[in-house]
């Protein structure tokens, strides 16, 4: 096995919390398959908890990108209801 360089990505989700992240992609699936726009505050009515960091969000869903699950479809008002609408990127299904 080769040693890794500056130049390899870092795997983004070796500090997540392994039964959270799981959770949470199995989630990304669940509404990535309903092919509508979703939000990661959205994530939450499934079920899953908040992320210990609120940074764990990215970190899932830049996975779920890689590994073909999700696409970004554009940015919209977040729906989170302490945020006041910032802008939150939505996603869909890939």
């Not at 990215?58 to 008002?77: S, T």
């Amino acid at each position: 096995m080769s040693q890794p360089t500056l130049f390899d990505p870092p795997n983004t989700t070796d500090h997540l919390d392994p039964w959270w992240l799981a959770g949470c992609l199995e989630a990304i699936r669940t509404l990535a398959a309903t092919g509508r726009p979703f939000q990661a505050y959205d994530l939450l009515a499934l079920g899953l908890s908040e992320p210990e960091r609120s940074s764990w969000w990215g970190c899932a869903f830049k996975r779920a990108k890689a590994e073909g699950v999700i696409r970004r479809a554009g940015y919209a008002p977040s729906r989170r209801p302490t945020v006041r609408g910032s802008a939150c990127a939505e996603w869909v299904g890939a």
